[in-house]
């Protein structure tokens, strides 16, 4: 028999939650985990035709799985929603959106003009672009799996990423074809951005801390005067997005270096513990 109107809003009263709402209900932040996949497997499509539209075309779908990867984990914890499964199938859809898809775009639009040059340096760095673009990818992969095992850093610096964010690694690359448009030409620039890209990969295993925006919650009521700061940034990344997005994924990049550097300035030159004198016999 199925159970009446009351006796449903009576459970609900009570603090049960009906099965077929909380079936919706997880649905959802698995919706922004395929939108993930989809547009990181968007980007590898449109890399693979090869002209400069559709290079900015696939930087612009990593920004969006990047958007979507932000709100499947804040939804799923907002909501009550978190399962294993979903956190497995997060990891692989940003090995695609954050590990393949940059890594295509990365080798595509930096070196695989010197394709057809059989010799020379221009043929060297094309086979150097194989080598770093698959350590971009496998770093991506790595990040993923030793976050998956460790979490965040430990103790006090919990809500700090150990190593650089594989989204934050992506945007990287996105904003920078996002930016610039035209493939590279010039073997000396495709030299330097491959050198970007191996910074990239070397950050995403380091074990450097980036801030981590967990704490945000999307439940805690704000003064209204965040809404203003808030609408100004959409606003620069809707009208001037590329040099927006460049300089927000710039930033971050140095923020952990930066922070880095100051922890290690910090323990270089702080003052030794001193040693209290033995008590007398």
């Given at each position: 028999?199925?159970?009446g109107?009351?006796e449903?809003?009576n459970?609900?009263?009570?603090?049960e939650?009906?099965?077929?709402?909380?079936?919706?209900?997880?649905?959802l932040?698995?919706?922004?985990?395929?939108?993930?996949?989809?547009?990181?497997?968007?980007?590898?499509?449109?890399?693979?035709?090869?002209?400069s539209v559709?290079?900015?075309n696939?930087?612009?779908?990593?920004?969006?799985a990047i958007l979507?990867?932000?709100?499947?984990g804040?939804?799923?914890?907002?909501?009550?929603t978190?399962?294993?499964?979903?956190?497995?199938?997060?990891?692989?859809?940003?090995?695609i959106?954050?590990?393949?898809a940059?890594a295509?775009?990365?080798?595509?639009?930096?070196?695989?003009?010197f394709?057809?040059?059989?010799?020379?340096?221009?043929?060297?760095v094309y086979?150097?672009?194989w080598?770093?673009?698959?350590?971009?990818?496998?770093?991506?992969?790595?990040?993923?799996a030793?976050?998956?095992?460790?979490?965040?850093?430990?103790?006090?610096?919990?809500?700090?990423?150990?190593?650089?964010?594989?989204?934050?690694?992506?945007?990287?690359?996105?904003?920078?074809?996002?930016?610039?448009?035209?493939?590279?030409?010039?073997?000396?620039?495709?030299?330097?951005?491959?050198?970007?890209?191996?910074?990239?990969?070397?950050?995403?295993?380091?074990?450097?801390r980036?801030?981590?925006f967990?704490?945000?919650?999307?439940?805690?009521?704000?003064?209204?005067?965040?809404?203003l700061?808030?609408a100004l940034?959409?606003?620069?990344v809707?009208a001037?997005?590329?040099?927006t997005?460049?300089?927000?994924?710039?930033?971050?990049l140095?923020s952990?270096l930066?922070?880095?550097?100051?922890?290690l300035?910090?323990?270089r030159?702080?003052?030794?513990p001193?040693?209290?004198?033995?008590?007398?016999?």
């Amino acid at each position: 028999m199925e159970p009446g109107l009351n006796e449903i809003r009576n459970g609900m009263t009570n603090g049960e939650v009906n099965p077929h709402h909380r079936r919706g209900v997880s649905l959802l932040p698995l919706i922004f985990t395929v939108g993930n996949l989809s547009c990181g497997y968007y980007a590898v499509l449109a890399t693979m035709r090869g002209t400069s539209v559709d290079f900015d075309n696939a930087s612009r779908a990593i920004g969006f799985a990047i958007l979507f990867d932000a709100l499947d984990g804040r939804v799923a914890r907002a909501t009550g929603t978190s399962s294993e499964f979903g956190k497995q199938l997060d990891s692989l859809a940003d090995v695609i959106s954050f590990g393949v898809a940059p890594a295509f775009l990365a080798f595509a639009w930096g070196v695989k003009s010197f394709f057809t040059l059989e010799q020379g340096i221009q043929r060297d760095v094309y086979l150097l672009g194989w080598v770093v673009t698959f350590m971009f990818m496998i770093s991506c992969a790595w990040r993923l799996a030793r976050f998956n095992i460790q979490g965040m850093a430990p103790g006090k610096e919990s809500k700090y990423f150990v190593g650089m964010p594989t989204p934050a690694a992506a945007g990287m690359i996105a904003a920078s074809v996002h930016i610039l448009k035209e493939p590279v030409q010039d073997w000396r620039f495709a030299l330097g951005w491959l050198a970007v890209v191996a910074l990239l990969a070397a950050l995403m295993t380091s074990t450097i801390r980036y801030y981590g925006f967990k704490e945000i919650s999307l439940r805690r009521r704000r003064s209204s005067l965040v809404l203003l700061p808030l609408a100004l940034l959409v606003y620069f990344v809707w009208a001037f997005s590329e040099w927006t997005l460049f300089i927000l994924g710039a930033t971050y990049l140095l923020s952990g270096l930066t922070l880095h550097a100051v922890r290690l300035l910090r323990r270089r030159f702080a003052p030794a513990p001193s040693s209290s004198p033995a008590p007398p016999a």
